[in-house]
């Protein structure tokens, strides 16, 4: 079951200031500069040596699948004056091993990479785990993260899951404030490449 293509609407009297929706393939080169944002904050080993240009054409890749946007996982944007200013990308848990397959093999025969990027081991049974937020700096302070977080619930809610869940670096207090501040609560800690993360939880009613 997939969330389907979903809008959301943020308005400010009858002007429309931004739009949440379901991402599409053709949004995939507005997506990977956003991503990449993310997994060069983790440090990981295996993209030490990968050059910008190709990590952003293995994102742009991974982000045209379907099943990367709206089937195993399920990528939501966030739209101002038809630019994309933010994206939340995660799945349930049952689908971790799926997802993370798929970021495998597209990684592991794209050019410039010497091993394939690999993640797993961040979710726990019925959640819906956000895996990547991401804003553009140009567009922070704007409440972009914020509008992200607030949508999820209507957008993932009918997948199954009780909860959403994500991780946050220890060394990022203003996220996990904003986290915090959208009703996620600690629920343990873990380790992603090699930076120590927090597991936040939010019950789906």
Do not use: C
Not at 33 to 53: F, G, Q, T, W
Not at 120 to 139: C, F, H, K
């Amino acid at each position: 079951m997939t969330a389907g293509f979903a809008t959301v609407e943020k308005t400010v009297g009858s002007v429309v200031m931004m739009e949440i929706r379901t991402a599409q393939p053709q949004d995939s080169a507005q997506i990977a500069p956003l991503i990449a944002m993310i997994y060069r904050d983790m440090e990981m080993p295996v993209l030490k040596n990968v050059s910008e240009a190709d990590l952003l054409a293995m994102l742009t890749e991974l982000y045209q699948r379907p099943a990367n946007l709206d089937g195993l996982a399920q990528t939501f944007v966030a739209v101002m004056a038809h630019k994309i200013v933010g994206v939340a990308f995660g799945h349930l848990a049952k689908n971790e091993v799926a997802v993370n397959d798929l970021l495998r093999t597209t990684s592991g025969h794209h050019a410039g990479f010497e091993a394939p990027l690999e993640l797993g081991g961040e979710t726990r049974p019925n959640e819906w785990y956000l895996s990547m937020l991401a804003v553009d700096p140009q567009a922070q302070g704007h409440g972009v993260g914020s509008a992200l977080l607030e949508a999820l619930p209507g957008l993932v809610g009918q997948l199954g899951a009780t909860k959403l869940s994500l991780n946050v670096d220890d060394g990022n207090p203003r996220a996990a404030k904003l986290y915090h501040r959208h009703g996620f609560v600690p629920d343990g800690q873990l380790m992603i490449g090699t930076h120590p993360y927090q597991h936040l939880v939010k019950p789906l009613s």
